[in-house]
C-alpha cells in the first residue's frame, strides 16, 4: 500500500496558499489539460520522459514499478512526458495506461496526445493530456529520462511535487503541508 494525500488537497488551497510566491518554486500548468483516467484526483513525486512522437521510454517507463520509497513509506508516483505538445500521435493507450496503474503510478501527465480513450477511463490512475489521437507513435528508442522538462512553457523537475485536481496541475519542489 502507497501512502498518499490524494483525499487531503485541493489544488485551489495550494494556490491560495503560495499565491504570493515570486520565487518560481511554486508553479500551475496552463489549462489545456484534458482528463482521461479513471482516477480524477492524484499526486505524487514526478519522474520525467522527454520524447517526441515515440512512446519507447514512457513504455519503459509505466512497465516499471511507479512506487518511490520515502522515510514516510512508500508514495506513488507521477510520470510527466513532455511530447513537445506534438498532436500528431498518441503517447499513452489503453495497455500503458493499464500497465501503469497496475505498477503503482498515481499519474501520468502528457503534454501530447492518448488513444483507446474508452480503455484509459476505465484505469485506476489519474490521466492528463492534451487530446485524443488515434494514430500511434513509431518506435525508435530515443527519448531522454529523469531530466528537468518544460510543459507548457512551466519547468517541471524530476522529484518535483504534483498535484491535480478537478480545478488544475500545480507543481512544487517537495510535498504539501497538508
Known amino acids: 500500500m502507497t501512502t498518499s494525500t490524494t483525499a487531503t488537497f485541493a489544488t485551489c ?7 504570493n510566491d ?3 518554486r511554486f508553479r500551475v500548468l496552463p489549462p489545456v489539460f484534458r482528463d482521461f483516467g479513471g482516477v480524477r484526483k492524484f ?6 520522459v522527454k520524447c517526441f512522437e515515440d512512446n519507447s521510454l514512457v513504455k519503459a517507463a509505466v512497465d516499471s514499478s ?3 520509497a520515502t522515510p514516510a513509506g512508500p508514495v506513488a508516483c507521477v510520470l510527466v512526458v513532455d511530447g513537445s505538445a506534438s498532436l500528431r500521435r498518441a ?10 496503474a497496475r505498477n503503482g503510478w498515481a499519474g501520468v501527465v502528457i503534454d501530447g496526445c492518448v488513444r483507446d480513450v474508452a480503455e484509459l477511463a476505465q484505469c485506476a490512475i489519474g490521466i492528463r493530456a492534451l487530446a ?9 528508442n530515443v527519448g531522454q ?11 517541471v523537475r524530476p522529484g518535483d511535487w504534483l498535484y491535480a485536481d478537478e ?9 504539501a503541508q497538508l
Open 43 to 48: 499526486c505524487g513525486p514526478v519522474v520525467t
Open 22 to 24: 515570486s520565487s518560481g
Open 91 to 100: 503517447l499513452l493507450g489503453g495497455n500503458l495506461g493499464a500497465a501503469a
Open 132 to 140: 485524443a489521437m488515434p494514430l500511434p507513435t513509431e518506435k525508435r
Open 66 to 68: 511507479g512506487v518511490m
Open 145 to 155: 529520462r529523469d531530466i528537468a522538462v518544460q510543459i507548457q512553457d512551466v519547468w
Open 167 to 175: 480545478d488544475g496541475v500545480v507543481v512544487m519542489p517537495s510535498a
Open 13 to 19: 488551497d495550494l494556490c491560495d496558499t503560495h499565491k
